[in-house]
């Protein structure tokens, strides 16, 4: 019966693609498989069967699309600008409209309640630790186990940042609204005190507003849609005002520039004035609003978040703002995914856990323990497939780091 | 109920998930880079040579036609089943054995090109065939396509390459063809097996021979006015004696789509440019690069560029080799040409290809292997328009006949498949066709292997497609 929702794959997002295979080589799935139905390639063939008539949506339909990690390494190798990672969205988005089974239903509505309520992800957070110290551990699902493996251990735990405003450290050059994010908020509360202080050092005035929510990225690569356009309608309305809206997670400033597809003309706006803080920081770094470290702090293995490297193409921020903490960045041997991937890791554990095993042994050949990740789920997936002697943290909080280092040291020793 | 049984059959052997049954991914396995689609029956994943006899065996009982295939980026429908048939992917053959001291390896046919290269690099080796897919391809596909690339200018195509392969054949034997020997005794069978696009057997490994990577490299890019003053060039600088690693040609419509993509700084107004390289010693490099400029300067190249480092040098390649894929930003579909022709005829050819185009009403842009002829005229269109496949056929059609005609030849490098099948005996008299018939015969009596492909039906002279039994008169 074809396509239903406005979300559906496009004809001209199809149309765009010339099969000359050249994203093979690029996919995880088709590097694991070798299957021309597991690669970009082969998936667009499958919605363009759909979108032609020529097959139902199946359960074999159903199958190709929930193997896509939507790491869309495909985009970044794709010689026809075929934008693949949105067309993946729309197919989502029709499964979710057509084949709707209790089990996508329950995670639909379970994931919107504990993305958009920072109160309850923080209880979630509380009992998880808990369990994890006691028996209690067994009655959490393996897979959502396995996936939460490489959470933080926070030693001590910061206030939400929600609420507040810093003003710029000197001369003011714009405002920023942060995007607080839910995970973000929850777990990764040092990324966000790095965050803050580095912003408010390069001459930003910072916000986090309260009104704000998830930003949708998860719901949106599940096909939920209508989930999807809420949250961005939130946001909207929440972060405006400003110059700069900035996340510090990548899959959250990846999907943030693309408000424009789920909230029409103001998502636009906002999309116009996203940033990943990656970028921003680079960008101030080589200005010379932020400072270069001339200490030697030894080799750092960069692991590029793929809503980073392909959705966005950011490359080198991260690595000049490792650079200016004093450490020498090294590129692994691929830019493949780690497997973390949102949800997938706990919807295809098995490849999932490959892709980790994968990732983590690229890690260990640079020869490195720290390892710089700007993006959650990365950070913690990589951190699962690690020995705990390895540390992982966000290229803005190693930066942040070297910079409170060298002011202790000098207010210690005042020349 | 046939197909039932053939089916379970190969699930018994590989399990479910290595056995590709559903409507959609058979659908989705019909096409390769090309713009034909065909009927797959069903698709395997071996993972082993003797995975892959035990499926020739069965398919060979169940009297079912086998196509083998690796990424699927051949253009000539080589991978494109004619009649409902068992597709065997390649792709999970993937070991590599290098050894470094005779400078070979002994490869899957499922590796990727490129990857083979970027595995012996460490060694300082490489795999000289690049085609432009080279990313993506496999090389058993550049084995049944005997493929070349930009730097087969000077190293020669894949059968320069490949010292034995593995063979499984039409009764499931396997056989090794060739040997690690440069000048093996007996007929040379592996020389009929690379270039025979998957019509003789199953290629599940190959002996490759490994180039040394050249210790210094330029790469130039200049810019002309004129399409002839490119082709000059071309003839000019074979005629000083030089044989650059590669020599390509890229014409105006073309640097456009390419710079888009890569934006590497190709001079978009200029009406050809010529990508040219050259490698070796340093100092022969830097002497020869210096010989190129020349002859470019006098044949009035309006600018020259040389790569100030590798990182440059990938980038121009990057452009060129992405270029087909890249003109999908023109039009949904694109019929990408191959052919050759003598290189003192390059100018009057592309004329004439550019009229052709102008008469059937395609956008057409060009992109060659100048050094040794072989043209990729390459037609953009939307092939949900009414009858614009036709026109793009016929055009093709023509364009064959003019490089034939100009005392070129059907293919350079991509093979004949189901594309130039047709046009074979443009090339070939009926004597020619029949022994080729014979010889694919003689590996393959029951045409199991990708039946239809490179040799037009009635090739065979009284084509019955066995040998009349003796005692029976007709």
Known sequence: MGWITAQAPRPAELNACVDCGLCLPHCPTYRLTGDETASPRGRIAAMRAVADGLVPIDDAFEDMMSFCLQCRACEAACPSLVPFGRAMEGARAELAAQRSDAGRRIRQVLLGRLVTSPGLLRLATRSLGLARRTAAIRIVPAALRASLAGMRSVSRPLPPVRGATHGAQGKQIGSVALLAGCVMDAWFGGVHEATVELLTRAGYRVVVPPGQTCCGALAAHDGDARGARRLAARNIRALSGVDLVVSNAAGCSAHLKEYAEWAGDGGAILAGRARDVTEVIAGAIEDGRLPTMSINRGVVAVQDPCHLRHAQRIVEAPRVIVSAAGYQPVDLADDQCCGAAGLYSMLHPETSHTLGENKAAQIRAVGSTVVASANPGCEMQVRAHLDNWYRVAHPVELYWEAIREKELRSRENPE | MRVVTFVRELQDLLGEERVLADPLRRHVYGKD?????????????PATVGEVAEIVRIASRHAIPVVPRGAGTGLAGGAVPTSPSLVVSLTRLTEIEVDVESSTAWVGAGVLNLDLSKHTAAFGLHFAP?????AACTIGGNVANNSGGPHCLAEGSTVNHVLAVELVTAAGEVLMLGADAPDPVGLDLRGIVVGSEGTLGI??????????????????????????????????????????????????PMTIAVERFVGAGFPTDAAAVLLAEVTGHPAAVAAEAELVRAVAESNHATRIRVAADQAERDL???????AFGAVAQLAPDYYLHDTVVPRTKLVEV???????????????????????????????FDASQEGVLDRVHAAADEVARVCVAAGGSLSGEHGIGLEKRDLMPLVFSEADLDAQARLVEAFDPDRLFNPDKVLPTGSRCFDMGRPVPEGIWI
């Open chain 2, 33 to 45: 880079g090309g713009i034909r689609r065909g009927d797959v029956a069903v698709v395997t994943l």
């Open chain 2, 350 to 380: 592309l004329a004439q290809v550019y009229d052709i185009a102008d008469r059937y009403d395609l956008a057409i842009m060009n992109v060659f292997h100048a050094g040794d002829g072989n043209l990729h005229p390459l037609m953009a």
């Open chain 2, 203 to 252: 290629v599940t490994r190959v002996l490759v021979k490994l180039t040394p990577n050249p210790p210094a490299a330029r790469t130039l890019l200049a810019a002309f006015d004129r399409v002839e003053d490119a082709a000059a060039t071309v003839s000019g600088i074979i005629a000083e004696g030089i044989v650059p690693a590669a020599l390509e040609m890229m014409d105006q």
């Open chain 2, 316 to 322: 121009l390649w990057k452009g060129r080799k992405a």
């Open chain 2, 130 to 134: 690049d085609p432009s897919s080279q």
